[in-house]
């Protein structure tokens, strides 16, 4: 059996040590990060936060040590996650960066300062590259790949009058961004520059895998959709400042959305499944009106994006299989899933690679309600 290669270096990507292993199973959870352990033989160095690389093949993963824990016969027991755990962390974030009513060339539009893309590089550069703490520094390289705009979380300000508020960074802005716009953050280490590549990509640009459940190929264990059929289609936004005032968003047959329901070349999905959100207008801002309907344009914004891949499909297949390919499958990467007459739409969020096989997941969805966070 062809061998893991191993690999721990230290926080300026200086190799401290290397081992082999014949049997690794790796949970790589892009929407919350999964235990992962692997017995290595003993060394003095401290293994703790370091980052583990571990190859065979085609296949890699770039991560960061959480615990050493000795085992008998010389050996040490190493826990790790994915790499982009480091930015689990709270961060101090500008709510203006959201859709926001500005002024182009004598017209108002709804529109963003930055795309998205260009927020999480300005978020990453601000807390791990150009921070005053050297020890905060991380060997990082940023590249927004692609351009996402119209976005929003519907974030408030933390203090009334003011536009920031504290996040997570993981977990607020990076998830809801693969849950809601598709987009991920693809790692890539260079060990010989000593750079952590980091390519910030909306994968709609990637071609869709196409999958016949039906082929003894692929076994299917599970498939979760929307409690609800075709989940939200319609949502009413109350002014929490006025409940006199609402509006109201459609979604279309291509998961679009907008507040024409007779939208020309558009076609309402039925039966009707409706949500109730209420939004609080920003009170410093001159006309009350314009107000409620940006705040109702955000909430929309993040109960109707990735309505899509709302759901849960977990595949297995043979990690070499030649029609799917799973190694060289990316987070974020769209699946067309044929099963019994039904076709099912989503996008990968999680890999579990082992000697037996492969396991991927797609969709937003978890069956647990709280995983475990390293």
Not at 8 to 13: I, P, S, T, V, Y
Not at 121 to 131: A, G, P, Q, S
Request: proline share 3%; charged share 25%.
């Amino acid at each position: 059996m062809l061998q893991y290669s191993i690999d721990f270096f230290d926080r300026a990507l200086r190799n401290i040590h290397h081992d082999s292993a014949g049997d690794i199973s790796i949970d790589d959870d892009y929407i919350s990060f999964q235990r992962n352990k692997v017995v290595v033989r003993y060394t003095d160095v401290d293994l703790k936060d370091a980052y583990i690389y571990i190859e065979r093949d085609d296949y890699s993963f770039f991560g960061v040590v959480t615990s050493v824990e000795p085992t008998k016969e010389n050996t040490i027991e190493v826990s790790f996650k994915n790499f982009l755990a480091v930015f689990d962390e709270p961060v101090l974030f500008d709510t203006d960066w959201q859709l926001q009513d500005t002024e182009i060339e004598g017209a108002s539009e709804l529109t963003n300062e930055m795309s998205l893309e260009e927020t999480i590089e300005e978020l990453l550069l601000k807390n791990y590259v150009d921070t005053d703490d050297l020890l905060q520094v991380l060997p990082i390289s940023v590249t927004p790949v692609t351009e996402t705009w119209s976005w929003g979380f519907n974030l408030i300000s933390d203090v009334e009058e003011q536009h920031y508020c504290v996040v997570g960074l993981y977990s607020t802005v990076i998830v809801e961004a693969m849950k809601s716009y598709g987009i991920a953050i693809q790692v890539s280490p260079n060990f010989r520059t000593r750079v952590i590549n980091l390519d910030i990509v909306n994968q709609s640009t990637l071609s869709a895998i196409n999958v016949d459940g039906n082929l003894p190929n692929v076994e299917i264990k599970t498939l979760k959709t929307n409690d609800r059929p075709n989940g939200v289609n319609k949502l009413t936004v109350y002014n929490a400042d006025d409940f006199s005032q609402s509006i109201d968003f459609y979604v279309f047959t291509d998961m679009s959305w907008g507040i024409d329901p007779d939208e020309e070349g558009k076609v309402r999905i039925f039966p009707v499944v409706r949500d109730v959100r209420t939004a609080t207008p920003d009170s410093t801002m001159d006309d009350p009106a314009e107000a409620f309907s940006l705040a109702a344009v955000d909430v929309a914004h993040g109960v109707l994006s990735g309505l899509e891949w709302d759901n849960l499909i977990e595949l297995e297949v043979a990690t070499d299989d030649p029609l799917i390919q799973p190694i060289g499958l990316k987070f974020g990467q769209r699946i067309s899933l044929w099963y019994k007459g039904t076709q099912y739409v989503s996008i990968l969020t999680g890999k579990k690679m082992s000697t037996k096989g492969t396991t991927l997941t797609f969709g937003s969805e978890r069956i647990q309600i709280t995983k475990r966070l390293l």
